[in-house]
Each structure stands twice: as structure tokens, then as C-alpha cells.
């Protein structure tokens, strides 16, 4: 007796190939990785100087590197920090300072180790950025807004 093997069809295939892939699979997360920059504005000293900051978050591909620089006004703090991306969002945790201390050179910590500083979420009107644990020179935690702009981003 010779026994036969049918090939199978396309369609039966198809529907294992279906059933075997993940929810979402060949569907990308949108890339964070790049340069993001904010100018803060907060008036003028009693002397008549500009007070201001440069906020730079630099985000390496697939989630590699993070970074937060603030300088400007009597100020430049350099932070390591981890980057959790969401569908839509990606959050900013402190890490530490660049120096590997969560103490910064006045030897105070201002944030632990896991706190989220700054989340941005893209959205219908663009990059929203909500403010965590990063307040402003004047000390004001800011609302959620559009405040940082990609520079290099994707």
C-alpha cells in the first residue's frame, strides 16, 4: 500500500502562520532616538542679567543611551538617565549624575534612582512633554505642554 502526502494548501498556511505571530508583530514602536531641545526664559536678576537654561535630553537608538543636560543661569547639571518607552510615550528615570553619584556637586540628592524627571508623549499636536520629578530654575514643577522640540530626532 503507498501512502501519499498532499501538500497544504496556501490558505491553511497562511492561517498558522497568523495564528503563531504576535499581536502586533511587523508593527514598530516609533524610534525615540535623537536630540531634544528647550530653551526656559525666566526673566531677568536684580542685576539686569538674563535668567535662562538650555534643557538637552539626548536619547540613544533603541533606548541605549539617555541623557539630560540643563545649563544656563548659575547652573549646568549633567544626568544619566534610563529611558522607558511606551506605545506612544517615553519616560525618563534618573540614574544619576554623570559623575555615577546621585548627589550633585553640592552634595545633595535632589532625585532618587528611579524617579521619573520628564515624560514626552507624541500626540495629534505634537511632542507633549509632562514634567515629574525635573522642576525649573524657579523651583515650578511646569504643566504638560509642548516644550521640547526634536532637533536630530526620528
Known amino acids: 500500500m503507498r501512502m501519499t502526502i498532499k501538500k497544504p494548501s496556501v490558505a491553511l498556511l497562511v492561517c498558522l502562520c497568523a495564528y503563531f505571530l504576535p499581536t502586533g508583530a511587523g508593527a514598530e514602536v516609533p524610534a525615540w532616538d535623537g536630540e531634544y531641545g528647550y ?3 525666566y526673566g531677568e536678576s536684580y542685576g539686569g542679567s538674563s535668567i535662562g537654561a538650555q ?8 533606548l541605549s ?3 539630560i543636560e540643563v545649563s544656563g543661569y548659575q547652573t549646568h547639571e549633567q544626568i544619566v538617565c534610563i ?5 506612544d510615550s517615553v519616560r525618563l528615570l ?9 548627589k550633585n556637586v553640592y552634595g ?3 532625585y ?3 524617579q521619573a524627571l520628564l515624560e514626552f508623549e507624541r500626540g495629534p499636536a505634537g ?3 509632562h514634567w515629574h520629578g525635573m522642576r525649573g530654575l524657579d523651583g515650578e514643577l511646569r504643566e504638560p505642554g509642548r516644550y521640547f522640540e526634536p532637533s536630530t530626532a526620528h
Open 83 to 87: 529611558a522607558e518607552a511606551g506605545e
Open 55 to 62: 534643557y538637552t535630553v539626548v536619547i540613544g537608538e533603541e
Open 94 to 102: 534618573f540614574k544619576s549624575y554623570f559623575s555615577g553619584d546621585t
Open 39 to 41: 530653551y526656559a526664559n
Open 65 to 67: 543611551r539617555c541623557e
Open 108 to 110: 545633595v540628592e535632589i
Open 127 to 129: 511632542l507633549v512633554t
Open 112 to 114: 532618587r534612582p528611579g
